[in-house]
């Protein structure tokens, strides 16, 4: 519609009769509460033709009675285009809003709407249609809205029909096969006799059977099929509906396959057993094109327009979502498909042969795990099923050398060792053990590699010391250090990594048989835990000045440049990693506990130094995080604190910035200037990815917000003589 053509449209104008009307409307208490009101018409509606066009101008009833000469809306309709639009007189937007979306007042609600019937009877004849009124706008706005949507819709749904139309009929025995392979609940039927019945209906094998003393629901066997079933009484049994089972269909479907998945049940309504009927309703389809890239179709309401199949994976909170998310995918299979499409398109996949090894299975699944590994056609093919079944469980596991080349090369081992698979029927866990020995070249025996399996030990497990000891030697010393222990071996492998990790941690020499073997196992392990427990300090101090050398030497300097005093008040540089430790421990606060501050120190980003008493200087007061050129990030005292007694500290503090920026180098002013870019962009990244305090003083605050509050920038005086 041309919005300047509908623009020269006068809109039909309030005639004096509607204004009297609406004057002497006396509004009235609403059911919802005294704020709020009802008039007996809320709106009031005019309707014109012209041009081709239908104009309608509403009127609400609290704006005519205040002396409003304009419509509020102004409704054009064109039934040629099948199109309208609204025009909002008071902010001049166009709106594309239908008539009853439109944000009325509460009043319109409870309110009735006034239309002369001359103006009725015009929009009945313009719109041909039989409500009248609001209605017959309503009923056209809501009509092209659902032609246009369908027209959008149907682009979309086209496609899907032109693929669901490659589909092929259900073979003819479907219902039958279904009856004999996919339900599995069955029943014996029998006429009560005194002495017994001699004969019923089994529902599987649909014939008359020969039983003997058959008890209401007592599970038995079939004589005449072998099905298991259960004894019904045809006089006391009602209706039946067994559970909802799976059953899959696999067709030639141009220019590939279509699988199908159903859900299948029986139901034997009373007194007619032997009329069983199946039910079944397919719920998904995949196409699978000559590369077996694969097309899911699940069936839906799609939009609110009716069941059909719809394009992609079901995500909907209906039935059929429970069923895909919930329920088992194992199915029966149909078969008679199954030797040609296993001679052309399934030849190279391994499904014939996992179907034919599986009574149930979901091939879907399969597929899938075949297309991330392909290798798993091969091994099913070699007669190896449990690593079959442990690749199309979990596909990924499997790290595949080459994709060319033969089974054992693509295994990562050689022929002799995927015989040995074969014969041990192994899984990954076999297979890891038969890929170190070809790593390390060399040949373990079958019962070491079975004694470790049984210990659930892998390569993996024993990296720590494999470069030291055999396989054999490590075998026979955990056997050793097990005797007279009820720890398992897995158990005491654990130990014995522990114990070398804790052997390192205190710098001895882990490559020592004397060390790594130990006769005393758990004894040096005891030895080690109270150790580290009495020296928790001095051995954490170890491994920080390890990982961050540059730390030891910049913390005796420190004291020189940043060290000052006052009558009340020390400002102390630790000397040592230890002493910041023992800080942290003192004031109970995270400074020994994160090394982020320790690696702050290493890049001279920030320093951490203790204010002190002065007449107490060895008694933990406030610890500062301190940045090069005296701005303190942070002061707190114990448990992440900070006390009123800060304030008058913070004086000092200002006192002591203004001493330091005397002592500055070049080289110092510098790092001041790059310590203030990294806190800057440091707080930017934690609004940015909204990080908040977990736990303590100021649990759920944000972090950055937090360390903003406690930050001491300089003065501006300080600042300009720096």
């Not at 097990?482 to 130990?495: E, N, P």
Request: hydrophobic residues 30%; contains cysteine.
């Amino acid at each position: 519609m041309k919005k300047k053509e509908l623009m020269t449209l006068a809109p039909p104008e309030m005639s004096a009769y509607l204004k009297k009307i609406a004057k002497q409307d006396v509004p009235t208490k609403s059911k919802y509460g005294d704020s709020y009101k009802k008039y007996k018409y809320g709106m009031y509606l005019r309707a014109k033709a012209e041009k081709g066009y239908l104009v309608i101008s509403v009127f609400l009833a609290e704006h005519v009675r205040a002396g409003a000469k304009h419509p509020a809306y102004v409704l054009y309709f064109d039934k040629e285009a099948d199109d309208f639009i609204t025009f909002e007189t008071d902010s001049g937007r166009w709106r594309r809003s239908m008539l009853d979306k439109i944000d009325w007042p509460p009043y319109t609600f409870e309110s009735g709407r006034y239309m002369s019937r001359q103006d009725i009877n015009l929009v009945q004849e313009y719109l041909e249609t039989e409500y009248k009124g609001y209605q017959g706008l309503i009923w056209f706005q809501r009509k092209v809205r659902k032609r246009r949507l369908d027209a959008r819709y149907k682009k979309i749904t086209d496609s899907w029909d032109e693929a669901m139309k490659l589909v092929p009929e259900l073979p003819k025995d479907w219902e039958q096969w279904l009856l004999k392979n996919v339900v599995t609940e069955h029943y014996l039927f029998y006429e009560y006799q005194r002495g017994g019945a001699a004969e019923g209906y089994c529902t599987h094998c649909g014939q008359m059977v020969p039983i003997k003393n058959p008890r209401y629901n007592q599970v038995g066997v079939c004589s005449r099929c072998g099905q298991k079933i259960q004894f019904k009484s045809v006089g006391k049994s009602g209706s039946i509906w067994t559970k909802s089972e799976n059953a899959y269909l696999i067709q030639r479907c141009q220019p590939g396959i279509v699988l199908r998945r159903f859900e299948v049940s029986m139901n034997i309504y009373k007194g007619e057993f032997q009329k069983p009927e199946i039910r079944f309703s397919e719920v998904k389809r995949y196409l699978y094109d000559e590369e077996f890239h694969k097309e899911p179709y699940y069936y839906g309401d799609f939009k609110n327009r009716g069941c059909r199949w719809i394009g992609g994976e079901c995500y909907g909170y209906w039935r059929s979502y429970y069923y895909y998310s919930y329920s088992s995918s194992q199915g029966k299979v149909y078969p008679r498909t199954l030797p040609d499409l296993g001679r052309k398109e399934l030849k190279q996949t391994g499904l014939i042969q996992w179907i034919q090894n599986h009574a149930v299975s979901d091939p879907e699944k399969y597929l899938a795990s075949w297309k991330t590994a392909p290798v798993l056609e091969q091994i099913l093919k070699a007669n190896l099923p449990r690593l079959a079944e442990e690749v199309e469980a979990n596909p990924g596991q499997l790290s595949v050398q080459d994709s060319h080349g033969g089974l054992a090369k693509k295994l990562k081992i050689d022929n002799s060792k995927l015989k040995r698979l074969r014969e041990a029927d192994g899984g990954m866990d076999i297979l890891v053990w038969l890929q170190q020995e070809k790593k390390e070249n060399i040949c373990l025996p079958d019962e070491l590699i079975s004694w470790f399996l049984q210990n659930g030990t892998l390569p993996k497990d024993l990296d720590f010391i494999r470069d030291r000891m055999s396989y054999m030697q490590i075998k026979n010393y955990l056997i050793r250090q097990q005797k007279g222990k009820k720890d398992s071996i897995r158990q005491v492998l654990t130990t014995w990594k522990d114990y070398l990790s804790m052997a390192k941690r205190v710098k001895m020499n882990v490559y020592d048989a004397i060390v790594y073997r130990t006769s005393k196992l758990y004894q040096r392990h005891g030895e080690l835990v109270k150790y580290i427990e009495a020296n928790e300090l001095s051995v954490r101090a170890e491994e920080l000045d390890e990982k961050y050398p540059h730390i030891h030497e910049l913390l005796p300097a420190l004291q020189e440049k940043y060290g000052f005093s006052s009558k009340t008040y020390t400002i102390l540089a630790p000397k040592k990693i230890a002493d910041i430790l023992e800080e942290g421990q003192a004031l109970h606060h995270c400074i020994d506990k994160k090394e982020e501050y320790f690696e702050r120190i290493n890049n001279r980003e920030s320093y951490i130094l203790f204010l002190r008493k002065t007449k107490k200087p060895d008694q933990p007061y406030y610890t500062l995080e301190v940045e090069p050129g005296g701005v303190i990030r942070q002061k707190r005292t114990e448990f992440d604190r900070q006390k009123d007694d800060i304030k008058k500290a913070s004086v000092f503090l200002r006192k002591w910035q203004a001493e330091v920026q005397k002592r500055l180098t070049r080289e110092d002013q510098n790092l001041a200037r790059k310590s203030k870019e990294t806190r800057i962009e440091s707080y930017a990244t934690m609004r940015k990815k909204k990080v908040r305090i977990n736990g303590g003083l100021f649990a759920g605050q944000f972090l950055a917000d937090v360390l903003e509050a406690d930050l001491m920038e300089l003065p501006d005086h300080v600042e300009k003589a720096a």
